[in-house]
């Protein structure tokens, strides 16, 4: 069992900056692929960009490259999430989860955080 806590969401105005957290307990945290993912109201979650275990590959969505990076600090046991030039687009619950398989896809993703409100006004 891995235990998810995210955190560092808040309201921001559009051009901004945010860096989210995600804290994990549990098993070893280095093993696990990590991913976060959006859920705008209305709308599917979808995956925003995930890290291989160690950091050694990334992937993002086409809609935040250039924008958001993620990170890992293994040490910590935390995944976060740094967000600039924050559109209204990127409103969204944002969740951390914790995988075994490299891959954007939800479905492949065993453990949830309980998700951290980001919304970003115009």
């Known amino acids: 069992q891995v235990q998810l806590v995210e955190s560092g969401g808040g309201l921001v105005q559009a051009g901004g900056s945010l860096r989210l957290s995600c804290a994990a307990s549990?098993?070893?945290?280095?093993?696990?692929?990590m991913g976060w993912f959006r859920q705008a109201p209305g709308k599917e979650r979808v995956n925003v960009a995930i890290?291989?275990?160690?950091?050694?590959?990334?992937r993002y969505a086409d809609s935040v490259k250039g924008r958001f990076t993620i990170s890992r600090d293994d040490s910590k046991n935390t995944v976060y999430l740094q967000m600039n030039s924050l559109k209204p687009e990127d409103t969204a619950v944002y969740y951390c989860a914790a995988g075994a398989v490299l891959t954007r896809t939800l479905s492949s993703y065993n453990y949830w955080g309980q998700g951290t409100q980001v919304t970003v006004s115009s």
């Open positions: 890290i291989s275990p160690r950091g050694g590959s990334t």
């Open positions: 549990g098993r070893t945290f280095s093993d696990y692929v």
